[in-house]
């Protein structure tokens, strides 16, 4: 799942982002009300964690314009706006839970993994490839029956893969969906993640779902 951090604490920001991508999440982050308005509505995401005290466009607005536009992603507020006022005022125009700082890490995950769970039970399903199934809101991995254990990054990697099956997916496209950097011209650490995972959920399967695209990337797909 990829989540849009608006925030305009570089160091806040920062931290979000790895606790959330050390979670098997993608995640965008923005520092100004300008570009969270831009990736916010010209962009795609599960879930936005949205400051209101931001340069250029606060978060309520930015929420406005969003819920305007019909865009119904889910958004949870972050900010240092404490009093009940600002809370009601901020869940009446459209927001989904409101979090104040100073905060906890876990606890800002569990909102948002519970906020997920909700807009799962109204759309969200759980994404299937012949004897492999993955909970994108629960973080849980199956294939034949049995439980695989995968590191976020790998988590990330077939999240993205399951939901373009049959499409073969780049290096660039990878890298870029899960780390927001093209990793292509100067390392080879999508091979590396993509090795590992194969050996996770192929490796002990006769039929084989992850093929290799000679030059070009790797694809998911069914087997006949």
Known sequence: MKLL????????GKYLKQGLEENSFAVDHVCNGIDGLHFAV???YDLVVLDIMLPGYDGETILKKMRERGIRTPVIFLTAKDSI???VKGLNIGADDYVVKPFSFSELLARIQAC???????????????DLTIDPVERKV???GCKIELTPVEFSILEYMMQN???VLTRTMISEHVWDTNFESFSNVVDVHISKLRNKIDKN????????VRSVGYVLEKQD
């Open 85 to 87: 006022s600002d809370r």
């Open 205 to 212: 399967f006769e039929k084989k779902l992850i093929r290799t």
């Open 165 to 167: 099956v049959g499409r």
């Open 142 to 144: 199956v294939r034949g």
């Open 5 to 12: 951090i608006v925030e305009d604490d570089e160091r806040t």
């Open 42 to 44: 010209d962009e795609t």
């Open 116 to 130: 997920l769970r909700r807009v799962k039970g109204e759309g969200f399903s759980v994404l299937q490839v012949m």
